[in-house]
């Protein structure tokens, strides 16, 4: 247990009642702060504070499926269910697939260094079949969904219809069972701006921020870069881990020592923890324009908002990350 990420620890009935149910929507594989953001997912999860229903991917290839398993297995969460995309947006060669490179790592023996707990990662089920079957036995208004990806798996997720699992189509399911869809995407205060995870596929992000039936909060790109995590962490704080798939990935990533923007664990900070390390923007909408930009038009109706940080919440988000992520899991106690 880690006693700073948990509050109102009465009894059983308060804590449950205070769980958030959460589904993670990840391109991991493409830049490594999704695996800084994974390992803030399991801490939560080991807390009590969240219940890591999914993860789903929207990186195509094994590698990202097969890595989310050695992260799953390494943390102690080897249930946590995986689903995947199919012939989604083609990003192979953007950067180096630090997923893959960790995939492929070796022991002195030439055995695999990470455990998995999965085989035959290509017969993982399709993110919006994932979806729809966790999604149809929730409660209604339950579930809370961090997408620090493309849009594609969440864009086909509302055009699917009735199937095995749920009467209701897409959209409709979303509407009854999804608390809240907080996204890393955009950079509302610059329009001209393509941002990574708006471009890849931009017919899917246009179709999420205008249909999605719940209200959306984006961290959009300059709050991310607001708030990097120091290499100098990487290199010092882990002496008790031993081989660690996130460490690995990180340093397979780019050359060290380097700092990272940390998108993707803002986007899951403000998921879980709520609006008290961030200014929010009044409600409003958001475009996505053809070219891949964001525009957001206040407005009191609306149903989305983005997030803002100054240099003082910046620098504690900092300290709160790096508290988080160089405590040790609750497996490896």
Not at 157 to 184: C, H, Q, R
Request: charged content about 25%; overall charge negative; proline content about 7%.
């Amino acid at each position: 247990m880690i006693p700073f990420l948990v509050t109102g620890c009465g009894n059983k009935g308060e804590k449950d009642s205070q769980v958030i149910n959460l589904i993670m929507e990840t391109d991991i594989g493409n830049d490594v702060d999704d695996a800084l953001a994974m390992d803030l997912l399991y801490k939560y999860h080991d807390a009590g504070t969240i219940n890591l229903l999914a993860v789903c991917i929207n990186k195509e290839g094994p590698a990202p499926g097969e890595f989310t398993d050695i992260l799953n297995t390494w943390y102690g969460h080897p249930d946590i269910p995986i689903g995947i995309i199919r012939k989604g947006a083609f990003c192979e060669n953007d950067g180096v697939n630090y997923a893959k490179a960790v995939v492929n790592l070796k022991d002195e023996e030439g055995k695999p260094l990470f455990a998995r707990s999965l085989k035959g990662y290509d017969n993982l089920p399709e993110a919006p079949e994932l979806y729809r079957k966790i999604l149809s036995k929730a409660k209604d208004k339950s579930v809370t969904i961090a997408s620090v990806g493309f849009s594609t798996n969440l864009a086909r997720l509302l055009e699917t219809g009735p199937d095995e699992y749920s009467d209701l189509d897409g959209k409709a399911l979303v509407e009854k069972k999804v608390k809240l869809l907080v996204t890393m995407a955009g950079q509302v205060s610059d329009p001209k701006y393509h941002e990574y995870n708006i471009i890849r596929d931009v017919p899917a992000a246009q179709k999420v921020f205008a249909e999605w039936p719940t209200p959306i909060v984006t961290s959009p790109f300059a709050v991310g870069c607001a708030v990097e995590y120091p290499s100098k962490s990487i290199e010092n704080d882990f002496g008790w881990a031993g081989p660690h798939p996130m460490i690995e990935a990180y340093k397979a990533y780019a050359q060290m020592p380097y700092d990272r923007p940390t998108w993707d664990p803002t986007a899951v900070l403000y998921a879980v923890e709520g609006d008290k390390w961030f200014k929010v923007s009044e409600p409003g909408n958001i475009e996505v324009t053809d070219e891949g930009g964001t525009i957001f038009t206040p407005d009191p109706k609306g149903s989305r908002r983005y997030l803002e940080v100054n240099q003082e919440q910046a620098d504690a988000i900092l300290s709160h990350f790096i508290e988080i992520i160089t405590s040790r899991p609750a497996n490896r106690k």
